[in-house]
């Protein structure tokens, strides 16, 4: 047994003893979006420092926690805070959460973060069904000697983003009157924003968002066979030639406000899921 699969099994272990059922979906939520922890019907609630082998948060907005319990009739687990690159963990480290939820059981992967919207038509606060990603972080976690009982050595990645979740969440958006684009999303190391000239060449790409997060998580799920759904908000408008200084703060405030129209849209993509 790789060190890697023993350090997975003794954390899914410290779960399970708190929450026995087998999760069917694995949900992270990033900066200002712990909110839609609520919605879930909670059973056990487990700091990640109690959870061997799992890093702990160093972000102010993120809580630190895992959430066990139901959502829409589904069993979840639910990271309340996610790992970053920036904040010095290593790919594997930051990645590490997802193999655990491997491991539980999740066959289905929901992510979303905060990000800056590169594209003019899209709005402060709007939501974003990611379709596509650009790895720009100069890492990756599946890097180093491979496990074949993760995942295959060279996992595919021509649609990381399952097709049929990504209908349903524009569907669930639609009937909600909630504003909902697909767009492609760009990975960036951080922490630092970025200049007038990166937002330019990243534009330049093809891409509609930027963040620092959620691409590690996404390639990992794809090793492991799951499937994903990833949501951003957009929560600052990234336009090179009308760039202002950011406002954390405000950002935060935002992402608030679109994690409102996450815990309607996320709800019922799920209560879809179990109809279907």
Known sequence: MSEQLEQIQQATKAVR??????????LILGTGLGGLAAEIDEHATIPYHEIPHFPESTVESHTGQLVCGTLSGLPIVAMEGRFHFYEGYSMREVTFPVRVMQE????ILLVTNAAGGMNPQHNLGDLVVIEDHINFMG??????????SLGPRFPDMCAPYDRELIDLAE?????LGIRAHRGVFVAVAGPNLETRAEYRMLRSWGADLVGMSTVPEVIVAAHAGLRVLAISIVTDVCLPDA????????????????GERLAKVIPDVLTRLADA
Do not use: C, M, Q, Y
């Not at 003893?17 to 694995?26: I, N, Q, Y």
């Not at 760039?243 to 950002?251: F, G, M, R, T």
């Open 17 to 26: 003893e708190r929450f026995a059922t087998k999760p069917r979906v694995g």
């Open 104 to 107: 539980l059981g999740v066959e």
């Open 139 to 148: 890492d990756n976690p599946l890097i180093g000697r491979n496990d074949e």
């Open 171 to 175: 569907a669930s958006a639609l009937e």
């Open 243 to 258: 760039l202002e200084p950011v406002d954390i703060a405000a950002i935060i405030k935002v992402a608030g406000e679109g």
